[in-house]
């Protein structure tokens, strides 16, 4: 019999509008194999000791996310949980309200069964940066699951949740399905609210979505999807993601292809990919795309001052532990080095430069004026192209501890992610392809603002082209 935890979202769905399956199956299956796995792969920090499950037939007008387990980003706020972001300086806060993006999940009828680990504060690439706990790959133990959002990734792709919700400012929802093998949505900024969402870098986080499938993807976006007047920043465009016919549709692929990724063997996943979307009927386009070291280093100087603005209500009277003495400042200080990790210090204090200094004040000029830059070069690419395809990173997940004492190697993972958080573009992560030693490749695809629906349907030519499928069982 199928393991039903195995299976995409919209298989039992539909076995929950048959009555082939009630939602406790559906709890029970997973709750089964978070108890099997979890304590090895450390997806969760958090688990919500009771579930409200419906013990009565779906109503007639339910959707597609009745009765469904997910989980969400402990950086995203449910009303009386623990939302530590992964930091010891939040250890022991329950948020006291909930973010935009879980309203419309609860009216949707899912199940959230608790925080899925992550980098503190989102910052990291391996979702090794918590206080105190390591997420590892469902498919290699000593490989990471990518990050920020890593602990999403892994638990969905391993049976653990049927989707999770993540942030991503720089690549933390696409890098790490690209590192466990299941598709991740970032949507164009201000499609979903970030009302709820603690602050890491306010200009480029978002919402995101990480599912088995495109069709998962989809079905959770239009869910979670549209305007909420606590976001001044968010869209009220129609969310609902319609039927494109993708035959015609023009492929932007970068001018001389693939010289960027030094690994073959992404080479030849991005080759297969390409060729897969041309015998649908695509139309390839060169295109020039943004320079991805001026790109990288004007996102590292806009989010470490976002950065250091957003934390600093974490000084011992605001938010987070407290420290009592007459002098303010020490206390604030005492706080924040007991409570922040290193990774978060040296953004924190980079910001600090930044907004300080007169000459950190030119660097941020400058990164804006690259930002201009990179939306104009994007610009003219979607104008000739409807998607652009791309990689989502070069190689397979790296090993634990590989980059732990290199910040700079670790930040260039996500080369060819930040330049489209810089854009604002929604963009998705479709995984593609299996190296030689056992790990997922990917693709990403890149689109116009505000044309997910567009970007799903390539995504699902590539999805289906590629076959790809998740292993039944993870390695332990």
Not at 119 to 131: L, P, R, V
Request: charged share 20%.
């Amino acid at each position: 019999m199928t393991d039903l935890a195995r299976i995409p979202l919209n298989e039992a769905a539909r076995l929950l509008r048959t009555g082939a399956a009630v939602p406790a199956d559906l709890l029970d299956a997973v709750r089964k194999r978070i108890t099997t796995l979890d304590g090895t792969l450390g997806c969760y920090r958090w688990l919500a000791p009771d579930v409200a499950v419906p013990d009565r037939p779906p109503p007639a007008a339910a959707g597609p996310l009745w009765g469904m387990p997910g989980a969400v980003k402990a950086n995203i706020c449910r009303r009386d949980w623990p939302v530590d972001c992964a930091s010891r300086i939040l250890a022991g806060w329950h948020a006291p309200y909930d973010a935009h993006a879980v309203s419309q999940l609860d009216a949707a009828g899912a199940l959230l069964l608790g925080t899925s680990a992550m980098d503190e504060f989102g910052m990291g690439s391996s979702t090794e940066n918590a206080y105190d706990l390591v997420t590892r790959n469902p498919w290699a133990a000593d490989r990471v699951a990518g990050g920020s959002s890593g602990g999403g990734a892994a638990a969905v792709a391993a049976g653990l949740a049927y989707f999770a919700l993540g942030s991503d400012t720089g690549g933390s929802v696409r890098q790490p399905a690209h590192c466990c093998g299941v598709v991740g949505l970032k949507p164009t900024y201000g499609r979903v609210s970030r009302s709820g969402l603690v602050a890491h870098a306010s200009s480029l986080d978002v919402i995101g979505v990480l599912a088995r499938t495109v069709a998962d993807a989809a079905t959770v976006f239009e869910t979670i999807a549209g305007h909420d007047p606590a976001d001044s920043t968010s869209c009220s465009d129609p969310v609902a993601v319609p039927n494109v016919e993708i035959r015609g549709t023009r492929i932007g692929i970068p001018r001389g292809g693939w010289g960027d990724v030094t690994s073959a063997e992404q080479q030849r996943d991005l080759d297969g990919a390409l060729r897969a979307m041309l015998q649908a009927g695509v139309e390839p386009v060169e295109v020039d795309l943004p320079p991805l070291d001026l790109a990288l280093a004007a996102y590292a100087v806009i989010a470490a001052a976002e950065t250091s603005a957003n934390l600093a209500r974490y000084d011992g009277t605001h938010f987070g532990s407290r420290h009592d003495g007459p002098d303010h400042g020490a206390a604030a200080r005492a706080v924040r080095s007991a409570g922040f990790g290193l990774e978060v210090k040296l953004r924190v204090l980079a910001g600090a430069y930044v907004l300080s200094d007169p000459r950190g004040g030119d660097l941020l000029d400058r990164a804006f004026a690259v930002r201009d830059l990179v939306c104009r070069i994007f610009s003219t690419a979607l104008e000739l192209s409807d998607v652009l395809l791309l990689p989502t990173c070069d190689g397979p997940a790296f090993r634990l501890g590989e980059y732990a004492d290199d910040p700079v190697a670790m930040r260039n993972v996500d080369r060819w992610t930040v330049p489209v958080s810089l854009a604002g573009l929604p963009a998705l992560t479709v995984p593609t392809g299996w190296c030689v030693e056992g790990l997922p490749l990917s693709c990403q695809l890149v689109g116009r603002s505000l044309d997910e629906g567009r970007l799903l349907a390539a995504g699902s030519v590539v999805e289906a082209a590629c076959g790809f499928q998740l292993p039944a069982e993870v390695a332990t």
